[in-house]
C-alpha cells in the first residue's frame, strides 16, 4: 500500500521551461490537492480537487494549472516555470473534502534557474 | 479570512514535557488539526479538536479553547525522534473549508 506517491522527487528548470508533476493515490480517497511550501512558512494551497471531474483554485494559483485524471491521479502542470516557483511541491489527499486527516506524498523540490 | 500564530521554535529537554501554542483569527471556526514534519520529511496528520477540551493519543495531545481562539499541542516524554516542525491547520469557510496553515513551530531536542 503506497500511500501518495509523487514524481519526480527533484527537478531543475531553467526559466521559461515546463513540465508536470505527478501524483497518484491508492487509497480510494475522493479530494486531492497541491500545496507548496517554501523556507519559514507553512503550507499553501495551489489548487485542489474535491472530487473526480472538479479543479477549484486555492490560495496561490497564478503559473499552474491541473488535471484530475481519474480518481486516482491528479496532476500539476507549470506552463513557462519562473523562479518565483522554485518551492517544495506537495500532493495529498483526504477521504473527502471536509475530512481534516490529509495524507501527504513525500514531495518534489523544485528549483528555477 | 484567516490567520494563525506559533511561534518560530521551541527547545526542550529529552524527556521531559512541551506545549506548542497556536492561536487563530477566523471568519468562522471549523476546528483545529496538528501536522508534524521532519525536515526533508512530508507532513503527518498528529490530531484534530472540533470541539473544546483535551484530545490524547499517546504521548501526543492536543487541546482546544474557542472562546479563545487558542490551542496547543502537548508533546510527553520527549523523545529525540520528536525533533521536528508542527504546523496548526483550521479550516476556512471562505476558501470552501480547505485547511489554512500556520507557519510551523520547529522544536529543537537535547539530550
Known amino acids: 500500500n503506497a500511500g501518495v506517491t509523487q514524481t519526480p522527487k527533484f527537478q531543475v528548470l531553467k526559466t521559461g521551461q515546463s513540465m508536470t508533476l505527478q501524483c497518484a493515490q491508492d487509497m480510494n480517497h475522493n479530494s486531492m490537492y497541491w500545496y507548496r511550501q517554501d523556507p519559514g512558512m507553512g503550507l499553501r494551497l495551489i ?7 472538479t479543479t477549484d483554485k486555492g490560495e496561490v494559483p ?16 507549470l506552463e513557462s516555470a519562473a523562479p518565483s516557483q522554485t518551492s517544495v511541491y506537495f500532493c495529498a489527499s483526504s477521504i473527502s473534502e471536509g475530512n481534516t486527516e490529509a495524507f501527504f506524498g513525500q514531495g518534489t523540490r523544485l528549483t528555477v534557474v | 479570512g484567516q490567520s494563525l500564530e506559533q ?25 483545529l488539526s496538528w501536522y508534524q514534519q521532519h525536515d526533508g520529511g512530508a507532513p503527518t496528520f498528529l490530531s484534530y479538536n472540533g470541539l473544546d477540551g483535551l484530545e490524547e493519543t499517546g504521548r501526543f495531545s492536543s487541546f482546544l479553547s474557542r472562546s479563545d481562539s487558542y490551542g496547543y499541542l502537548l508533546l510527553q516524554e520527549l523523545q529525540m525522534k520528536d525533533s521536528a516542525s508542527y504546523f496548526c491547520a483550521v479550516r476556512d469557510p471562505g476558501s470552501n473549508y480547505q485547511l489554512i496553515w500556520g507557519a510551523g513551530t520547529k522544536l529543537i531536542i537535547k539530550p
Open chain 1, 62 to 77: 497564478n503559473g499552474y494549472n491541473v488535471s484530475r485524471l481519474n480518481k486516482r491521479e491528479f496532476s500539476l502542470r
Open chain 1, 47 to 53: 489548487y485542489y480537487s474535491a472530487s473526480e471531474g
Open chain 2, 7 to 31: 511561534p518560530s521554535e521551541v527547545t526542550a529537554v529529552e524527556g521531559a514535557i512541551v506545549q506548542i501554542n497556536c492561536t487563530y483569527q477566523t471568519s468562522g471556526f471549523y476546528g
